[in-house]
């Protein structure tokens, strides 16, 4: 299969480990025979930094054109502290995602045997949470009309959903929840706000065209603590853009670090993969960054051609170097491994190297010795 992806390495740590699962796509297309053709292209602060526009049009143009985008990380502290910057770095992933009409964003959250001792929540309450959030991405409040008055003593964020942009990720769920568990938890806040009122009453109307899947309601507030108390109770959680944005970082601690989650933003054209962590600045440039969430989003790029041979492997191996112990400084702060050393264990478990003829000594050396 012949592909032409856009790489968007982003900032902070988003080269690093955006590099390791080139490698792992490289490996993938050697052994399966397949031909993945990448070009690289800006966003974010380094775009900002190179061309003054946080998302220059050319970015736009190669992402309209190509098959998938696999993205690093945005954003630079140097803008999180000065609500008065004209431009952001954030505003180039959420125009990228406006043009594209990505409007679907998928997280997937799970949990993993050797990692239980990380979360903290108690293990009896995580031990085979499977759940996936789909989150509405052009949408909301953050796309809504932003008014800051002269005299700035008054500011304004407008939250607005169409009918028809509810229906298009509602169908979208409820396929997913066939495939899965047959459950879907739409969460709002009907109690107060007109925008959930909406969503409440298309996702009950279009409930009946899927009559084996069980819906259930829940504001967003209780969600937030019933995410924490029993994760295992929720399939496919359908939400808002804003809803989603908090409660799939909340949900992103419970398998006990954020630097392996995934995530997959999907519309009708190319869609983008990219790890739900940020650009976790002070880590830049270090090799300690858990590229586990890169990699997990280019296996979801990969069943997202209908690879899914190809994605599985991905999968195992994660699995593999998660159980014996191959895991970055996030994981295990004291015995870890390099960034870039996961990377090339897992492209060469893919590549068929692994776990046959392990040589754990020479493991062992590329090993950190920074303890
Ligand atoms: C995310 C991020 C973005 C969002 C930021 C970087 C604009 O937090 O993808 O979850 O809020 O959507
Ligand atoms: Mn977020």
Redesign the pocket.
């Known amino acids: 299969m012949k592909k032409n992806i856009v790489v968007i390495e982003g900032d902070g740590i988003g080269p690093e480990v955006t590099r390791q699962s080139i490698k792992v796509l490289n490996a993938i297309a050697e052994q399966y025979g397949h031909d993945f053709n990448y070009s690289y292209h800006l966003m974010g602060a380094d775009a900002i930094d190179k061309t003054g526009s946080p998302l220059p049009d050319e970015t736009i143009e190669a992402a309209l054109n190509s098959d998938a985008i696999l993205f690093g990380a945005?954003?630079h502290p140097k803008y999180d502290n000065d609500p008065t910057a004209k431009v952001r770095p954030?505003q180039g992933?959420?125009k990228l995602r406006k043009s594209l009409q990505l409007f679907a964003n998928i997280r997937p959250v799970s949990t993993y045997a050797s990692l239980h001792h990380l979360s903290p929540l108690k293990t009896k309450n995580i031990e085979d949470v499977d759940f996936v959030i789909y989150r509405e991405l052009t949408g909301g409040i953050?796309f809504g009309k932003k008014e800051l008055n002269a005299e700035q003593t008054i500011a304004s964020d407008e939250c607005t959903y169409t009918r028809e942009e509810i229906e298009r990720i509602t169908h979208l769920a409820f396929k997913q929840a066939l495939q899965r568990r047959k459950k879907l938890t739409l969460v709002d806040k009907a109690n107060v706000l007109e925008t959930s009122r909406l969503w409440r009453k298309v996702v009950q109307e279009i409930a009946g065209l899927y009559p084996e899947v069980a819906v259930d309601f829940l504001f967003v507030d209780n969600a937030a603590m019933q995410i924490i108390l029993n994760p295992k109770q929720f399939d496919v959680v359908l939400t808002e853009n804003m809803f989603g944005?908090i409660i799939?970082?909340e949900a992103s601690v419970i398998s006990g670090s954020l630097g392996l989650l995934p995530s997959a933003s999907i519309g009708h054209g190319s869609a983008l993969f990219e790890p739900?962590h940020?650009s976790y600045p002070q880590a830049a440039g270090k090799d300690i960054a858990n590229p586990l969430g890169s990699i997990l989003s280019a296996a979801m790029m990969l069943d997202h051609f209908g690879l899914l041979k190809e994605a599985a492997i991905i999968r195992e191996a994660v699995n593999w170097t998660l159980q014996n112990g191959f895991v970055t400084k996030d994981i295990d702060p004291v015995n870890f491994y390099f960034t870039t050393t996961i990377g090339e264990l897992i492209s060469d478990y893919v590549g068929n190297k692994f776990p046959g003829d392990i040589n754990k000594a020479n493991i062992e050396l590329r090993k950190s010795t920074i303890i």
């Open positions: 945005i954003g954030e992933l959420l953050y944005d799939s970082d739900i940020g």
